[in-house]
């Protein structure tokens, strides 16, 4: 799971998916390695890079799927915003169990304004292979779901949240997002609502 958070961030050439994907990696690494950060000095760098290459507004919306059309605008705003904070504090733990597996690059895809980029976590064991699916904005390639040992991370949680919508609908959603995010964060001491994943931006 190492790999579904490696991606994002500030990078020199946001241009190409690959470039995007690979800049982004390396910049979550050199955090990781960094022996000056103190742990939750290294997350909030690591959840920066996270929060500047995900579409998290397109993974909502394909999360939500149907549900989506019939929220309002807020409540639109309000699971964004909730989303992107339950997928940074889920792999929280995943990123600093880090320890120091290969990262290899494989093929890139790209059909008009959607591309993947393969890539393989290698242990001295095993090999997790990773793609991740990519849309460009204004040029610049985002991350909108992450591909992990052939399980779709926008899949997963569309599957979650769908089956909520059909018994109970928005309001329960809203709850249930809440609540996961507010587990996670009791877990690390954070505050139940700010934090890393407080203000995802808009691609």
């Known amino acids: 799971m190492l790999g579904s958070v490696l991606i ?22 050199e955090i990781l390695r960094d022996p000056a950060l103190d742990r939750d000095g290294r997350w909030l760098k690591v959840a920066a890079v996270i929060r500047a290459g995900f579409d998290f507004r397109s993974m909502s919306q394909s999360v939500l ?51 993947a980029v393969d890539m393989d976590i290698r242990t001295t064991t095993t090999s997790i292979p990773v ?17 992990i040992e052939g399980v779709s991370l926008v899949a997963n949680y569309r599957g979650t949240f769908a089956a909520i919508s059909r018994n109970e609908g928005m309001d329960a959603i809203m709850t249930d997002i809440q609540q996961r995010v507010a587990r996670y964060r009791e877990r690390h ?15």
Do not use: M
């Open 189 to 203: 001491g954070q505050a139940p609502d700010g934090g890393p994943g407080a203000a995802p931006e808009s691609h």
């Open 65 to 115: 799927a149907t549900q989506w059309k019939k929220a309002t605008p807020e409540e639109r705003e309000q699971f964004t915003r909730y989303f992107s904070q339950y997928i940074e504090d889920v792999y929280r733990e995943k990123i600093e169990a880090y320890a120091g597996q290969e990262v290899v690059y494989g093929k890139e895809v790209v059909e008009g304004d959607l591309a």
């Open 8 to 29: 994002s961030a500030a990078a020199a050439d946001f241009s190409t998916p690959r470039g995007r994907v690979q800049d982004s990696v390396d910049r979550v690494l």
């Open 131 to 147: 793609t991740f699916r990519l849309r460009s904005n204004n040029g610049n390639w985002f991350c909108y779901d992450v591909i």
